[in-house]
């Protein structure tokens, strides 16, 4: 028998972009239970979903990015206030946490940086470095810049000529 409305995955997911900056929305914030592999305890988690504005896949559909963040917000190694600090570009008093309102964050523009990394099954996987507020047009990141090494100029004016047939048997080490 069939498990009603489940499916199989095998760790592949829908075509990641490259590593870059996508001009984003945010579609929801939800929040869901993550349970700890090590300790099967459950803990509450949020999962803030993002959708490319311009960009899309081969199937004309929108890139998707998720970071998945904890409930917990003020400590400095809290994921939800390292996330919220980029997105609102300063940390929230308690008043101001408490007074959030999602839906005004969805109504804005994002840009996120991502990564295009290979998850543990060798499937490509986008992670979410930085999520911070549209103040212009998103471009892709920059690839890093080579350095412009000169070669070295080559002397050829003593070199001779390995076509010159006078000194060829001077020239053999075994004879």
Not at 42 to 55: D, E, G, I, N, S
Not at 61 to 77: A, I
Request: net charge negative.
């Amino acid at each position: 028998m069939a498990l009603p409305g489940a499916s199989f995955s095998d760790g592949a997911s829908r075509e990641v972009p490259e590593s870059g900056r996508y001009l984003c929305n945010l579609v929801s914030v939800e929040g869901y239970q993550h349970t700890v592999k090590t300790t099967g305890k459950q803990m509450p988690m949020l999962r803030w979903t993002f959708q490319t504005a311009k960009q899309v896949d081969s199937e004309g559909l929108p890139y998707s990015f998720t970071k998945m963040t904890s409930t917990r917000y003020g400590g400095d190694e809290s994921w939800l206030t390292q996330l919220l600090d980029q997105m609102l570009g300063k940390r929230l008093t308690r008043s101001e946490f408490e007074g959030l309102d999602v839906e005004g964050l969805k109504a804005k523009a994002w840009v996120v940086a991502i990564t295009k990394t290979v998850n543990s099954r060798g499937y490509d996987q986008a992670e979410v470095d930085s999520v911070k507020e549209h103040k212009g047009e998103a471009k892709p990141a920059p690839a890093p810049a080579k350095p412009k090494v000169k070669p070295a100029p080559v002397k050829v004016d003593d070199i001779g000529d390995p076509f010159d047939e006078e000194d060829e048997e001077d020239d053999l080490p075994f004879l």
